[in-house]
């Protein structure tokens, strides 16, 4: 943070208010300061302010129309997660936050709500308005569509092995019209294991 705060004064001018987002309650000390000393010699104190979203109420961002929160509140103590749907909507309609917060939602919620209630939330029109779902569906058409789908898994898990890179070669050269059905799973997936388990079901 220390690092982008001095590019962007730097090149542009601009202050930079700077905020760490904590999703799940750690037993570690949160410290808010990052210090600098050289020489027992004091050189810089970068402060910054630390969110916890357990401490968060989604009711309190959507009343106040915290926008880029709505993607973190189904994190929140409080949180309905149809509420959260339909609130994300209503922003994104309102131009007040991009397609892609919808998509982030809905993987935050994964990481505390059962799949089969998370699922629920996700919308294919909203999830194909999301500008990363159409640049890899654009990736697809034009650099092979097994890669991109390859691509998007690595971008969210890391590497992609082998073996998973033929079974997903194989299924789309049997149907290529299963195409638009394996970037969405590439792109909602909670984990490489449950996209496995869904493509077994393709298979």
Known sequence: ???YYARILDRYGL???PVVVYLAKT???IET???????N????AFNY???????????MVFKNKLAGLYALAPLMPDANLNECRERMIEAIRENLISPNAYMCMATFASLIHPKEVVKNMIQDKLLKESPFYRD???????????KTIIAALAARFGSVSDRLSERVHNIRERNSALFDELIKLAVTA???GEFERKLDKMA
């Open 136 to 146: 890899v569906l654009e990736e697809g058409r034009e650099e092979g569509m097994e």
């Open 33 to 39: 300061t990052y210090s600098s000393h050289v020489r």
């Open 1 to 3: 943070m220390l690092t």
């Open 41 to 44: 010699k004091h050189v810089i």
């Open 190 to 192: 909670k984990d490489i």
């Open 27 to 29: 037993s570690v000390p």
């Open 15 to 17: 202050p930079v208010y």
């Open 49 to 59: 302010d630390v969110i916890k979203v357990w401490e968060l109420k989604s009711k």
